[in-house]
């Protein structure tokens, strides 16, 4: 099967369409036939080199597809239309691929009013948006500020704090604003406006603006970023954290059930074949993409 790889850290010239056998899934684990999977920001990263590696690296964390096997113990069918996550900056195979083998609890049941190239951009952001918002620990009334909130991650925290009762702003783009009201923020702040010093209960801190998104908290709040290492220093009483995602099929199906309700929006800027992920990585490296661009197979 094909399968994006990189070998050598650099630019989107670094991934190559690489070949491998298909792999079989063992006790507990199903084999999907990848129909999307998107690519997100951390792809580039783990391209870059950022995550470093010493070996041929996979790219990929979002998939949607069809299951192909199933191994024994697992409650899954061949047919069944899932979506899942899966996580770590070293794997050998990502879900750029034909084919993926996953543990049957990291997955979950598609959105039945998505296609799979919409519901492929779901897994990843929506989970570490979730995820990220148990970590906040916030509570209905208390106010939430969330820089880069159009982005795939802030959106949905936009979208799943909303309706947990909290006070949303949004921080991002002036030509974003309408975007991000839309899906359930307060108020929004313009990208190079100062959000209200001190003045929030909890940061989500999406777009990675460190002390300048920190200077926001009020004394004893909470800061949560995306990218574990590199929070700045806690100052005030503020609890500083950084979120490592998880794969949760049991999360995971319950954002699946709010995309059917229409709490959670896929948006899908391009699509690329799964051998042009190279030219898919120059795109996104190009910047200004209303939502995910997504490889089909």
């Given at each position: 099967?094909?399968?994006?790889?990189?070998?050598?850290?650099?630019?989107?010239?670094?991934?190559?369409?690489?070949?491998?056998?298909?792999?079989?899934?063992?006790?507990?684990?199903?084999?999907?036939?990848?129909?999307?999977?998107?690519?997100?920001p951390v792809d580039a990263a783990m391209r870059s080199g950022v995550f470093g590696g010493e070996t041929?690296?996979?790219?990929?964390?979002?998939?949607?597809?069809?299951?192909?096997?199933?191994?024994?113990g697992t409650a899954w069918s061949t047919g069944d239309r899932v979506i899942a996550l899966v996580t770590?900056?070293?794997?050998?195979?990502?879900?750029?691929?034909?084919?993926?083998?996953?543990?049957?609890?990291?997955?979950?049941?598609?959105?039945?009013?998505?296609?799979?190239?919409?519901?492929?951009?779901?897994?990843?952001?929506?989970?570490?948006?979730?995820?990220?918002?148990?970590?906040?620990?916030?509570?209905?009334?208390?106010?939430?500020?969330?820089?880069?909130?159009?982005?795939?991650?802030?959106?949905?925290?936009?979208?799943?704090?909303?309706?947990?009762?909290?006070?949303?702003?949004?921080?991002?783009?002036?030509?974003?604003?309408?975007?991000?009201?839309?899906?359930?923020?307060?108020?929004?702040?313009?990208?190079?406006?100062?959000?209200?010093?001190?003045?929030?209960?909890?940061?989500?801190?999406?777009?990675?603006?460190?002390?300048?998104?920190?200077?926001?908290?009020?004394?004893?709040?909470?800061?949560?970023?995306?990218?574990?290492?590199?929070?700045?220093?806690?100052?005030?009483?503020?609890?500083?954290?950084?979120?490592?995602?998880?794969?949760?099929?049991?999360?995971?199906?319950?954002?699946?059930?709010?995309?059917?309700?229409?709490?959670?929006?896929?948006?899908?800027?391009?699509?690329?074949?799964?051998?042009?992920?190279?030219?898919?990585h120059a795109r996104l490296a190009e910047g200004g993409l209303p939502g995910r661009i997504v490889l089909?197979?």
């Open positions: 099967m094909r399968a994006a790889t990189v070998a050598r850290f650099g630019g989107p010239d670094a991934v190559q369409i690489t070949e491998h056998p298909i792999p079989e899934p063992g006790p507990g684990q199903v084999r999907i036939k990848v129909s999307a999977a998107a690519l997100n041929r690296i996979g790219l990929g964390f979002d998939v949607a597809g069809t299951v192909d096997i199933v191994g024994p770590g900056h070293h794997k050998p195979l990502g879900t750029h691929a034909d084919y993926v083998v996953l543990d049957g609890d990291t997955l979950a049941p598609a959105p039945t009013t998505l296609d799979d190239v919409h519901a492929a951009t779901l897994p990843l952001n929506t989970s570490t948006a979730a995820q990220a918002l148990r970590l906040l620990s916030l509570t209905p009334g208390q106010s939430l500020l969330v820089t880069g909130a159009a982005g795939g991650v802030g959106a949905h925290t936009v979208e799943l704090a909303h309706r947990r009762g909290l006070e949303v702003t949004g921080l991002d783009s002036a030509a974003s604003g309408e975007y991000v009201v839309s899906r359930g923020a307060d108020h929004f702040v313009a990208r190079g406006q100062t959000p209200t010093a001190a003045g929030f209960d909890g940061v989500l801190d999406a777009a990675g603006l460190g002390p300048d998104a920190l200077a926001a908290v009020r004394d004893g709040g909470v800061h949560v970023g995306l990218w574990p290492g590199q929070e700045p220093r806690s100052e005030r009483g503020i609890r500083v954290d950084a979120l490592s995602v998880r794969a949760d099929g049991a999360l995971l199906t319950e954002l699946s059930c709010l995309a059917d309700e229409g709490v959670l929006r896929a948006r899908v800027a391009e699509t690329y074949p799964l051998h042009s992920a190279a030219a898919a089909i197979p």
